[in-house]
């Protein structure tokens, strides 16, 4: 890993309050695990808000929001928000889109989830479009692998995050992914957790909010702390 | 299997100039095949072949219904598009692994060649790590953290996974550039095919 050197590091903490997440290292990438219903789509978009604001590019894979929608939330998370500073990669395969929503963002349809080479097509074109507009570093978000995982086998989906990841860390960007823990076997989520750099765990907490921890990003696992 | 242990190159140029001048450029490193026109490459194509080296502009069969033949037949092997002009990135979406535009150096044939043949490398370091990821994560997902201490067997697979995780990053240094990216990715989407 040569590329990365002169780049700043990435820091989380203004979304997640971990000492693991005030330094992360460009190039890596994050698995938000968590049941279904815990915000793990909310925590990826808040981090890449977060970006936004401090001026890094945000690059949103979606298979479930379409590219309108995304655009309209990004909107109103960062109320000044430049749209030449957001990429989106609608990977439903349906039209209809709300093209007055998407501005100056830099969109792209792919056929569906399990179109692999599309969706890396769409992704070099954002990438590519956020370097013109003059961003060196950002945030990508892919939500979710539940989904793709439903239209294609672990194998390819390890290998896809695998590749990704690898792009993404000769960008100098840091990617998240979520999963949603309760719709996939143990060994499937062993699997795919074997791709990334470090995992955010979210549950429901007992008396009610929700608490995560982190692991394998900086020494041993947190503790599961309130969020 | 070819005769030689050398990778094969199948060059597919109508002008026989041109044709044996990328020849005399590569056969000291490769087993090299010449064809024509299209058809004459299809005829020459075979399991053994590593690299295609294709004219896009030919009398007959055009470079791109050969690629498409080619893909149809599933050989994995890849594919460069010579082109007279510099193409777009739509190269790229059309299938193709690289282009090159005419003329030719010989350096810059030699690095495109050897890149597509890392691809290839890639694709297979890639395979490899899975299969021990997934035995790895079967031991995980059938066993106690008490049993995984204890065990060799993992060890060395976590020992394994990581030495390989490394290979895979000095290959193509990881995945340095767009086509690197994108062809990998088409790879991934052809085994699903299989």
Redesign the interface.
């Known amino acids: ?1 040569t590329t990365t050197e002169r780049q700043t590091m990435y820091d989380l903490t203004s979304v997640l309050e971990f000492d693991a997440l005030s330094e992360v290292r460009p190039g890596s990438s994050i698995l938000i695990s968590g049941p279904a219903m815990s915000g793990k789509e909310r925590l990826a978009h808040d981090i890449l808000a977060d970006g936004l604001r401090k001026g890094d590019g945000a690059v949103v894979v979606t298979t479930g929001d379409g590219a309108g929608s995304v655009v309209e939330e990004f909107r109103s998370l960062v109320p000044d928000l430049d749209d030449s500073q957001l990429g989106v990669i609608d990977c439903r395969g349906e039209g209809g889109t709300n093209e007055d929503a998407i501005g100056n963002a830099h969109v792209h349809h792919v056929s569906s989830p ?4 599309g ?3 769409g992704i ?2 954002a990438l ?1 479009g956020l370097h013109n507009a003059g961003n060196e570093q950002g945030r990508l978000a892919l939500v979710s692998l539940s989904t793709m995982l439903t239209y ?2 672990k ?2 989906v ?3 995050c ?2 990704l990841s ?2 993404l ?2 960008a100098g960007y840091i990617g998240v992914f979520t999963i949603d823990s309760g719709a996939h ?4 989520l ?2 795919i957790k ?1 791709a990334f750099d470090g995992m955010v765990d979210v549950r429901d907490a007992e008396g009610g909010g929700r608490e995560a921890r982190v692991l394998g990003l900086a020494g041993e696992p947190t503790d599961w702390q309130q969020i | 299997m070819s005769d030689s242990d050398l990778p094969v190159v199948l060059i597919v140029e109508d002008e026989p100039d041109v044709a044996e001048t990328y020849k005399l450029w590569l056969q000291q490193e490769y087993e090299v095949r010449m064809a024509q026109n299209g058809d004459e490459g299809l005829e020459q194509l075979d399991a053994d072949v590593d690299v295609v080296l294709l004219d896009r502009m030919m009398p007959g069969l055009s470079g791109d219904e050969v690629l498409e033949r080619i893909r149809e037949r599933d050989l994995g092997c890849r594919v460069a598009m010579v082109t007279a002009v510099e193409p777009d ?1 739509d190269i ?2 059309m299938g193709f692994d690289a282009y090159l535009s005419k003329p030719i150096r010989s350096e810059q044939l030699h690095e495109t060649v050897d890149n597509l043949l890392d691809r290839s490398e890639y694709d297979s370091l ?1 395979q490899e ?2 299969a021990l ?2 035995k ?3 031991l ?2 059938t066993k106690s953290s008490a049993e995984l201490a204890e065990s060799d067997q993992y060890d060395e697979l976590t020992e394994r ?1 990581a030495e390989m995780r490394d290979d ?2 000095e290959t193509l ?6 086509s690197d ?2 062809a ?3 790879g ?2 052809d ?2 095919d299989n």
């Open positions: 890993m399990g179109d692999l080479t969706i890396g097509i070099t074109k590519e294609t086998d194998k390819t390890f290998k896809f695998h590749v690898s792009r860390d000769s076997d143990d060994q499937t062993q699997v074997q | 990135f790229l979406e890639l790590y899975y990821v997934e790895q994560a079967t995980e997902a996974v895979l990053s240094g990881g995945i340095e550039d767009d990216f994108i990998t990715l088409r991934l989407s085994d699903d």
